[in-house]
């Protein structure tokens, strides 16, 4: 069996696009799978359109060989991937790890709608075509894979028959670090109350809220620094928002590192915070559970599915800067319930084996 993989990210591009079409083309070739990859990083110099056409050819080219095209989203690559299918007559999948049409319509607006509210109402020109794509896309796919049944009910909002819907969560391995917490610290020049969070410079990452409790945390926690990491457009504002506070020496904007980094960064910090208005499944967070750094995030889309509250992490209300603060605070002079939450985290992300995912996305391939 041969399989085309169209992502939009692939290593060294960091993200859960970029990790999944990695381990696929790892594993699958040891399951009797050929595997080739067709990254949009390719064409993405080429101006807007364009690029899309020349990924098209593309994708048409190497698809003559394969028995079944992958898209790893519904627009960008899953558009040219699944009209390269429709013309080469091969099987098309579709993994969906977000609504494109309500994250390109949350970028620009300046009131966040909850991917659940944006379901059943109208918008802009733009945002109705790219609504119709993914909806045209996932509805000639013979089979939509998604990574959380958060997921799967958005995708069924769509108009799009849930049997057709499969949820296999993403595959995780715990990363394995040989330098201690202590020497990871110096290392780092890490001191203090480190808090760390990560994500794209987006509006609803929340990365504006944490900086704005900032100030009040420090006259708790006078030692407490933030380190921000990722990249994206809201970035500059995040800065102008560090200088206005005079925050400089507290708040950290660290930019994208590399993945190693990254892991390296969450093994040295006190806690893990994610202020998300919207998550699938959260690849950082898995990594947070595993790295045995605890976690405050938000009662959102899949983070229910990976944290129960008090057990394996703390869950806030999104952009409750009231009770984010307050729950930053209480954890961070908390040394006994730190421990319970990592130990009962660092259990539960073993459920995320890449074994069972492969399985079942061997298994689905073949279908």
């Not at 609504?131 to 045209?136: E, G």
């Not at 990452?205 to 944490?210: N, Q």
């Not at 967070?285 to 009662?299: C, D, F, G, N, S």
């Not at 806030?316 to 307050?326: I, Q, R, S, T």
Request: contains cysteine; hydrophobic residues 40%; charged residues 30%.
């Amino acid at each position: 069996m041969r399989i085309l993989i169209c992502t939009g990210i692939y290593p060294p591009d960091i993200g859960g696009p970029a990790t999944y079409s990695k381990l696929l083309f790892d594993e699958l070739p040891k399951r009797g799978i050929e595997v080739k990859v067709l990254s949009f990083g390719e064409v993405r110099h080429l101006p807007k359109i364009i690029r899309h056409f020349a990924y098209f050819l593309k994708a048409l080219k190497l698809g003559r060989k394969a028995d079944v095209i992958f898209a790893q989203d519904p627009v960008s690559v899953g558009l040219p991937a699944m009209l390269a299918s429709k013309i080469l007559r091969k099987k098309f999948i579709l993994k969906i790890v977000g609504d494109y049409a309500w994250e390109q319509y949350s970028v620009k607006s300046d009131v966040f709608v909850t991917p659940e509210e944006f379901q059943g109402k109208k918008y802009d020109f733009k945002t109705e075509i790219r609504r119709k794509i993914q909806r045209y896309v996932a509805k000639n796919a013979k089979q939509i894979i998604v990574p959380s049944n958060y997921l799967k009910n958005i995708v069924s909002k769509w108009g799009i028959d849930g049997e057709k819907i499969k949820v296999i969560y993403n595959a995780f391995e715990a990363p394995i670090l040989a330098e201690t917490k202590e020497k990871l610290r110096k290392n780092l020049n890490l001191s203090g109350t480190v808090l760390i969070s990560a994500g794209r410079f987006v509006a609803w990452k929340g990365f504006d809220a944490l900086i704005e409790i900032m100030p009040e945390i420090l006259k708790v926690i006078p030692d407490a620094k933030l380190y921000i990491i990722g990249s994206g457009q809201e970035m500059a504002n995040c800065k102008r928002q560090i200088a206005d506070k005079k925050l400089e020496d507290s708040i950290f904007l660290l930019g994208q590192v590399s993945h190693n980094d990254m892991l390296k960064y969450l093994n040295a910090g006190d806690i893990f915070v994610l202020n998300t208005g919207y998550e699938g499944l959260s690849h950082i967070l898995l990594e947070a559970m595993a790295t045995e750094i605890p976690i405050i995030t938000t009662k959102v889309g899949g983070n229910i599915e990976l944290i129960e509250n008090g057990k394996d992490g703390i869950l806030v209300e999104y952009d409750n800067k009231e009770e984010l603060k307050k729950k930053i605070i209480e954890l961070a002079g908390n040394q006994t319930l730190k421990k319970e939450l990592t130990e009962n985290a660092k259990r539960k992300v073993a459920n995320f084996g890449k074994e069972k995912m492969l399985e079942e996305a061997v298994k689905t391939l073949r279908q």
